[in-house]
């Protein structure tokens, strides 16, 4: 049975950005990564939500070649895009989410709804027994979040979400030697997580195409965030996977083009982590190039990814001069939604997102946006 997905160093978030544009890169980004992944055992699902700007990508995931998975039912407060991808699905369209808890038949959701419906959304998939996938972030506040995450934990369901950026080979590297310490004392973090949504307008209207609508992304009442906290909290996982939990943070954030009204565009964070790390977070939609994506840096090693390679320089690492791109990495892990798909289904040691994780960055991310408000340090909790 097929479990790892063999993601070449080369095909990462940047590589894809650079071969697309637009709102389909957002939407194919769980396609791309992909590859057919055998699952343990029938399971049946239901779409919770069809908003999200992944939701076009989720569905070819789980309809092309997926034999062993079903999804029932389709349900969205949106009446033309739930019937648009509930066709795509071969699904039924539920009129009513009771259709959709009471179904014995249907364990597990998919909830690509709009941010600030999570945790209704949640707490009655908790409540009915249905393990979660819920797409990031987790909620719109650290309080909400947190209540989302005792439910689930007390459930005692299968959750994850969609922090991609863990499945990635040079993440996965770098990952290992953390845990093997040998960068030494670690001192500093830095990553950066932008693209130019705003400059190409892939979050604009869209009159014609109402299930291709991703304006709500770029309203912080209904999303939570504006661009630094939709991209900068894949980094901040990143960060935090790394580095563990955060103790304070000062941050600002701006509004650049006006295309979306007050919806920040871009930020940076100065974080202060609790092992004493000091870690810098860069996040925005009006980048052209981001070709340094993470540094990390220690008293005995350091090492950065840049344009997609990874550069390595310890000398505990037999070769690693940082003189070439390091290519002794692991195998790319399958991406989220195949994981939870997998686990779902009956299969073992999938590394599925826990959800007090997906909570605390919700979290970090409150106190960055508090901070930027106030114009001071902020502590996290």
Not at 58 to 80: E, G, Q, S, Y
Not at 243 to 263: H, L
Request: proline content about 5%; glycine content about 10%.
């Amino acid at each position: 049975m097929q479990t790892d997905l063999p993601v070449s160093p080369a095909l990462d978030r940047r590589s894809f950005i650079k071969a697309a544009s637009g709102a389909a890169v957002l939407a194919a980004l769980p396609n791309v990564l992909s590859a057919a992944v055998e699952v343990a055992g029938p399971v049946t699902l239901a779409f919770v939500g069809c908003a999200h700007i992944h939701t076009p990508g989720f569905i070819k995931l789980l309809t092309d070649n997926r034999p062993n998975v079903r999804v029932k039912w389709a349900w969205d407060h949106d009446a033309a895009r739930v019937q648009r991808r509930a066709a795509e699905l071969g699904a039924l369209v539920a009129q009513d989410l009771g259709q959709i808890w009471s179904d014995p038949e249907v364990t597990a959701v998919v909830i690509c709804s709009e941010t600030n419906r999570h945790r209704d959304l949640v707490l009655a998939a908790a409540a009915a027994g249905k393990h979660i996938y819920a797409e990031k972030p987790l909620g719109i506040t650290a309080s909400e979040s947190a209540e989302m995450a005792d439910a689930i934990v007390k459930a005692n369901v299968l959750f994850t979400t969609g922090y991609f950026m863990r499945t990635m080979p040079q993440h996965l590297f770098l990952k290992e030697q953390v845990e093997r310490g040998v960068f030494g004392k670690i001192t500093r973090i830095a990553g950066s997580n932008c693209h130019g949504g705003s400059l190409g307008g892939w979050f604009d209207e869209k009159p014609d195409k109402p299930w291709e609508n991703w304006r709500w992304m770029a309203d912080p009442k209904v999303s939570g965030v504006g661009g630094f906290g939709d991209l900068g909290t894949h980094m901040l996982d990143i960060m935090m996977w790394l580095c563990g939990d955060v103790d304070s943070v000062t941050a600002e954030t701006r509004v650049v083009t006006g295309r979306y009204g007050d919806c920040d565009e871009a930020g940076e964070a100065l974080l202060r982590f609790k092992s004493g790390v000091i870690g810098n977070l860069v996040a925005s939609w009006v980048d052209v190039w981001d070709p340094v994506t993470l540094q990390i840096s220690g008293t005995e090693g350091s090492a950065v990814i840049v344009t997609g390679e990874l550069f390595f320089k310890c000398a505990h690492v037999k070769g690693a001069d940082g003189a070439r791109p390091w290519t002794e990495l692991p195998a790319g892990q399958a991406v989220p939604l195949q994981q939870f798909v997998n686990a779902v289904a009956g299969q073992k040691g999938m590394p599925l997102v826990p959800v007090r994780e997906a909570a605390a960055r919700v979290t970090v991310m409150e106190a960055a946006y508090r901070s930027s408000k106030v114009g001071s340090t902020v502590k996290v909790g």
